[in-house]
């Protein structure tokens, strides 16, 4: 009787593979060839779920995407304000191995979403959502008297996604095996500044 496969089981398990494959070689070193010896597949295997290196990569950055926003609802449920806007940037910074993994995922997306419009496309859509969420949390930080800057919750909500986008490309070409950037002290200290 033949195998049923999980196609969805198996796309993930290929997304893991291009992790570990661009965390070792680079995205130059992420082959369709190299991918599928990693994941212990035939070469061949790849095609009926990504016929090319590029729908991989989409692939891989909204499942980056998607797991990211599954810990930030797990950890702001019940929390509102700066609670919550301290939780929702701890899962986004890269502060451990794994973080700076997706990084490494996210970077070349970003290069390949410059000149490809419905990649800028998704990655406009991800970013639209997260400066909502980080809004809403400001709002809620506002109402209870906890964020007292007068800058503009906008203008805030916008350098912290800034400041999140751009510690991913410090994490990521951090030299190996260095995970402590001062990452959470810069958090710290941004915080702080909204409620003086």
Known sequence: MPKIVDHDERRLELVDATWRIIARLGIEGATMREIALEAGFAN????PYFPTKDTLLAFAFSHVFNRTNERIEAVTAGKTGIAA?????????P?????INEARIVI???QKAVNDPEKAAIHRESMEQWHAALLGHLAEARESGAVTTAVDDDALAGQL???LLGAQIWAALAPEGQTDL???????????LLTR
């Open 44 to 47: 061949g295997a790849l095609k």
């Open 85 to 93: 806007l301290r939780a929702f940037c701890v899962e986004v910074l």
């Open 95 to 99: 502060l451990d191995e794994e973080r």
């Open 108 to 110: 070349p997306f970003w």
């Open 161 to 163: 996604l800034n400041m």
């Open 182 to 192: 001062g990452l959470n002290e810069q958090l710290e200290a941004f915080l702080a």
